[in-house]
Nanobody, 126 residues
Framework: QVQLVESGGGYVQAGGSLKLSCAAS????????MGWFRQAPGKEREFVAV????????EYADSVKGRFTISRASVQNTVNLQMSSLKVDDTAVYYC???????????????????WGEGQQVTVSS
């Protein structure tokens, strides 16, 4: 019933930029927190960024702060992740996530996310 469809993954040279998008269907997520997480081969999934229901609050992992920007648009219930100054260490599968709550939970490792997309591969070459 709930589906998160991501797009925008691909290959990019270190220092370049890439934009990921996530469209939610099955229910309206304009009034719910959403976010992005990533997982590198052999590593645990880690938090990247989250945004609350109206876009008024957001948080970023220290490793991406200043380089990545999360935003949302009401059209197609879309959340975006603009990635700039990409590093080789950014290489991972990036997952879009959505919460049942309007506000994300900073005290949760998954920030209160419930639904997950299938992931988009982002590869940064040196």
């Amino acid at each position: 019933q709930v589906q998160l469809v991501e797009s925008g993954g691909g290959y990019v040279q270190a220092g370049g930029s890439l934009k990921l998008s996530c469209a939610a269907s099955g229910r309206t997520f304009n009034s719910h927190a959403m976010g992005w997480f990533r997982q590198a081969p052999g590593k645990e999934r880690e938090f990247v960024a989250v945004i609350n229901y109206d876009g008024g609050r957001s948080e970023y992992a220290d490793s991406v702060k200043g380089r990545f920007t999360i935003s949302r648009a009401s059209v197609q219930n879309t959340v975006n992740l603009q990635m700039s100054s990409l590093k080789v260490d950014d290489t991972a599968v990036y997952y879009c996530a959505a919460s049942l709550w309007r506000e994300y939970r900073s005290d949760y490792t998954d920030y209160g996310m419930t639904y997950w997309g299938e992931g988009q591969q982002v590869t940064v070459s040196s």
